[in-house]
């Protein structure tokens, strides 16, 4: 398993501003993605954060509204840009450590509950 | 694309009653994986199966993946109030150990 910590754990913002929000891993991992959740809603993938490299990102999101960096293989960021009432929700990252077929759950970061006034 | 359905959307027992929660796909899965979120919390993995018909126990928990893998289900035996909580189905897509979630199924557990 692994253990995630996410900063900051809750935000309150102003439309059109921008928050980043960070997520650590206490070992290297070999995936990291981010997903969000809507108040009621299930698990929606924004994007593969991708080490040393850009992000692949799901349909419907695009990287001008939600850069991604992943330095190293325990730290990610995800901001969330220009924001508007629509991005309130809970943002989680999550982690894979193995790829195999029959082993390759992920385990979930606290989340980061955002609401933009 | 690729989609998980999950029925039912809320269940509302009684403590001591059994409850079960679905999952279908149109498409064999690779394996299916089950997630627990409790209130304000996040989603806690619970169990992944991977073999045509198999089943899993984990104390009152019993897990089904269907036989052609397109169907899961999770059954919960004499529900308790710890049990209650947001159960989500998972299963893998594309490539690069992406999932998709089904909807959940919202348990509440009346003591």
């Known amino acids: 398993s692994a253990v995630i910590s996410q900063k900051p754990s809750r935000d309150i913002c102003q439309r059109g501003t921008s928050l980043t929000i960070q997520c650590q891993v206490d070992?290297?991992?070999?995936?990291m993605f981010w997903y969000r959740q809507q108040p009621g809603q299930s698990l929606t993938l924004i994007a593969t954060?991708?080490?040393?490299?850009?992000?692949?990102?799901e349909s419907g999101f695009v990287i001008d509204k939600f850069p991604i960096s992943r330095p190293n293989l325990t730290f990610s960021t995800l901001t969330v840009s220009n924001m508007s009432p629509e991005d309130s929700s809970i943002y989680l990252c999550?982690?894979?450590?193995?790829?195999?077929?029959?082993?390759?759950?992920?385990?979930f970061g606290p989340g980061t509950r955002l609401t933009v006034l | 694309g690729q989609q998980v359905m999950q029925i039912p959307q809320y269940q509302h027992v009684q403590e001591g009653e059994d409850f079960t929660t679905y999952c279908n796909s149109s498409?064999?899965?690779?394996?299916i994986q089950w997630y627990k979120q409790r209130p304000g919390g996040h989603p806690v993995f619970l169990i992944q199966?991977?073999?045509?018909?198999e089943v899993k126990k984990q104390k009152r928990l019993t897990f089904q993946f269907g036989e052609a893998k397109k169907n899961s289900s999770l059954h919960i035996t004499a529900t308790q109030t710890t049990d209650v909580g947001t159960y989500f189905c998972?299963?893998?897509?594309?490539?690069?150990?992406?999932?998709?979630f089904g909807q959940g199924t919202e348990l509440s557990v009346k003591p």
């Open positions: 999550s982690v894979a450590t193995h790829l195999r077929r029959d082993y390759n759950e992920q385990f």
């Open positions: 070992s290297q991992v070999t995936m």
């Open positions: 954060a991708n080490q040393g490299s850009e992000a692949t990102y």
């Open positions: 498409t064999t899965l690779s394996n």
């Open positions: 199966l991977v073999k045509s018909g």
């Open positions: 998972a299963a893998p897509y594309n490539q690069g150990g992406k999932l998709i």
